[in-house]
């Protein structure tokens, strides 16, 4: 049984054979969570002659342990928050709020590094593929997931290389499919899955989804609308 990927593109190589069902589907998009999430979702994308594009979503992490997400925030004004790591710690909403506003300034840059003041895809009525390297608390795919819901898909698939146990449950009942290559028991975080769990830079997401063919074989496939 597999314990650990060699890295993201073999584990978007592994997860894309799991997704074959979906592949040459016109209703199908494919989503990754920039920026660990995008090098797998490029990989499932190329497989599965799928078009590819992100959805940006920023966690809120607990100030002086950034790597605790005390929720999350995506684009749409979507925010989850993690109620346990809140009331445990008695952090204060106006703490919340001052971390959301710093994430929600860096989510806007992103959305503008990925995709500058063009068009992000029509969802209503596809099949999304939503995409990441890997699931810990699940806030961060959960606020996607809500964000996604609004725009009316007609099935939403989470497909992650690994996920922890308590995430893995309780996102599958809010979504149509969800797939997870590992679930292991002791899990502790993403990256220990990882034999090379370098950073991805916001370089790297560009270069992918222009490799993907961003500005003309997602057009193929998806209409676009304007940001609000």
């Known amino acids: 049984m597999r314990d650990s990927f060699q890295d993201r593109v073999q584990s978007g190589q592994l997860l894309a054979k799991e997704l074959a069902a979906y592949a040459t589907r016109k209703d199908v998009i494919v989503l990754g969570l920039p920026r660990g999430g995008v090098p797998v979702a490029f990989e499932v994308a190329r497989k599965l002659n799928a078009p590819l594009d992100v959805f940006v979503v920023r966690k809120l992490g607990v100030p002086g342990h950034r790597e605790l997400a005390m929720g999350a925030i995506a684009t749409g004004g979507v925010r989850v928050l993690n109620d346990d790591v809140i009331r445990s710690l008695h952090i204060p909403p106006e703490l919340i709020d001052s971390v959301a506003a710093e994430e929600e300034r860096e989510l806007h840059r992103r959305e503008i590094a990925y995709r500058g003041h063009g068009a992000s895809p029509a969802i209503s009525g596809k099949s999304v593929i939503l995409v990441d390297d890997g699931i ?8 996607a997931v809500l964000a996604l819901k609004k725009q009316h898909p007609a099935r939403i698939i989470i497909a992650v290389p690994t996920a922890a ?31 090379d769990f370098s950073q991805t830079t916001d370089e790297e997401v560009t270069r992918l989804l222009e490799e993907a063919g961003h500005g ?12 609000d």
């Open 136 to 143: 810990a608390t699940g806030s961060t795919m959960r606020a």
């Open 165 to 195: 146990p308590s995430s893995y449950r309780d996102l599958k009942h809010e979504v149509g499919e969800m797939i997870a290559l590992m679930v292991p028991e002791e899990f502790y975080a993403v990256g220990q899955f990882y034999e």
């Open 216 to 227: 003309s074989n997602v057009a193929k496939h998806a209409t676009y609308d304007a940001h």
